[in-house]
């Protein structure tokens, strides 16, 4: 199964995200549901880095991705980080919803 973490702070901005394991739903490699995971979870971190232009820290390895924006972001700029990360989590709901054996987002305040 694959986790989705989406961090946020008591002003409900996400701050960071994470996403844990294989989902399970076919072999690596040809598992299309953990690719589109991973793939809605990167564009998101590159809209960030390449739009935005805010420098993310992120860390990816096997069945392990985390992306944490950092402390200070204006706040004109985060409102377009919200849009960007509420279109993520759109998007890996979802895929939640339709694979609910393979995939759980849950939300945690920090």
């Known amino acids: 199964m694959t986790n989705v973490t989406i961090y946020r702070n008591k002003q409900k901005n996400i701050v960071k995200y994470k996403i844990e394991g294989h989902t399970g739903f076919d072999e690596s490699g040809k598992d299309i549901v953990c690719a589109a995971v991973s793939a809605v979870a990167?564009?998101?971190?590159?809209?960030l880095m390449g739009v935005l232009n805010i420098s993310v820290e992120c860390e990816m390895k096997d069945a392990y991705f985390e992306c944490n924006l950092p402390e200070k972001i204006d706040a004109d700029v985060r409102e377009k980080v919200n849009i960007?990360?509420?279109?993520?989590?759109?998007?890996?709901k979802e895929f939640?919803?339709?694979?609910?054996?393979?995939?759980?987002?849950?939300?945690?305040?920090?």
């Open 42 to 47: 990167q564009t998101a971190a590159l809209g």
């Open 84 to 92: 960007i990360l509420e279109t993520m989590i759109l998007g890996i």
């Open 96 to 110: 939640e919803d339709q694979y609910r054996k393979y995939i759980r987002i849950s939300e945690t305040e920090v």
